[in-house]
């Protein structure tokens, strides 16, 4: 299996526009409308980081099998949990 992580999708950028909305959130005055806008944005940058993560967790294991390490029962069982807790 040849996973393609998407170069498109700029983690760090994400996690900073994701820091913005938490704070634009905490202000005392929020329109309701653009607080929808933004749960959403917020929801959508969420779901990306997570895939781009399991992107790049499948390419490391990968790159472990190649150099010939094997996962450890421990990596394994962490895994399996990680993909438990990601509800989309």
């Known amino acids: 299996m040849n996973t393609k992580i998407d170069k498109s999708f700029d983690f760090a950028k994400a996690i900073e526009e994701l820091e913005e909305i938490n704070l634009w959130f905490q202000n005392e005055e929020i329109d309701l409308d653009e607080g929808l806008s933004k749960f959403r944005r917020g929801l959508e940058l969420i779901k990306k980081s997570r895939e781009k993560l399991k992107q ?13 390490e094997e996962e450890s029962p421990a990596e394994e069982s962490a895994s399996k949990e990680a993909d438990e807790e990601i509800p989309f």
């Open 56 to 68: 790049v967790e499948n390419e490391f294991k990968e790159i472990k099998k190649e150099f010939g």
